[in-house]
């Protein structure tokens, strides 16, 4: 298992991705898979080595030409979200 | 609590004058929270019917601070997957760091899905005090 790269992105990168890297941290903790989580912002993500990008439907578009898979996430305070749609494509990408 | 405005604009603009009028940021803050979601969309609506409203540090914040508006009436932000809008919460950080243990209170207290039932029905502010301030206790 190598140890992920994950950026939240949302606007200025220090509110609602703050949210969402909070919420993500506590999923990844519980599944116990080590990963640097860090918060870009829509200027500066871009071009950012990482393995995988969450962020929300309005920013995916920023993303779209990357190589990075990009997880949407509509619920920035959902766990369960979290867990639903990164926890299983975030497992892979540590195990490749 | 229980606002009344007619759109999302008018919404940020109430939760914003709330900071102002605490004295922890300018007037033009709040019109910068207002063009970010009129730049970059709405994705500030972070979860169903609340949005989190908030520009940069740079862009006249004086205190970190946080205020939060219930409305009357929900608004649309343009969030498909999130609107219509209940609760705003609009804050203010000083830098990138500082104000990472207050939204990581807020988003403790979010997630307890009675807390958000709490504040978008409440009517008066003193019963969401007392709730914030309970929850504080038990951490």
Redesign the interface.
């Known amino acids: 298992m190598r140890k992920l790269r994950i950026m939240v992105v949302c606007g200025f990168g220090l509110g609602s991705s703050m949210v969402l890297k909070l919420t993500l941290d506590g999923v990844l903790k519980e599944a116990g898979l080590a990963a640097e989580t860090f918060c870009g912002d829509e200027a500066t993500s871009r071009g950012e080595k990482c393995d995988a990008i969450l962020t929300s439907g309005p920013l995916a578009h920023l993303f779209q030409n990357g190589s990075q898979p990009v997880i949407v996430i509509d619920n920035f305070l959902s766990k369960d979200e979290v867990r639903q749609k990164a926890l299983e494509p975030l497992q892979r990408l540590a195990s490749e | 609590m229980r606002v009344e405005v007619p759109d999302w604009q008018g919404a940020v603009r109430a939760a914003g004058d709330l900071l102002v009028e605490a004295g922890l940021c300018e007037p033009r803050y709040v019109e910068a929270m207002i063009r970010?979601v009129e730049?970059?969309?709405?994705?500030?609506v972070?979860?169903?019917g609340?949005a989190?409203a908030?520009?940069?540090p740079e862009d006249g914040v004086l205190k970190i601070g946080m205020s939060i508006v219930t409305l009357a009436t929900p608004v649309n932000f343009g969030?498909?997957?999130?609107d219509p809008v209940q609760l705003v919460i609009a804050?203010g950080?000083v830098d990138?760091t500082t104000?990472?243990g207050m939204?990581?209170d807020?988003?403790k207290f979010?997630?307890v899905e009675g807390n958000q039932v709490l504040l978008k029905t409440a009517s008066d502010a003193k019963h969401v005090l007392a709730a914030i301030r309970a929850a504080q206790e038990v951490q």
């Open positions: 970010a730049q970059m969309g709405p994705y500030m972070l979860a169903p609340i989190l908030h520009a940069r969030s498909e997957a999130n804050f950080g990138k104000h990472i939204l990581q807020l988003a979010l997630v």
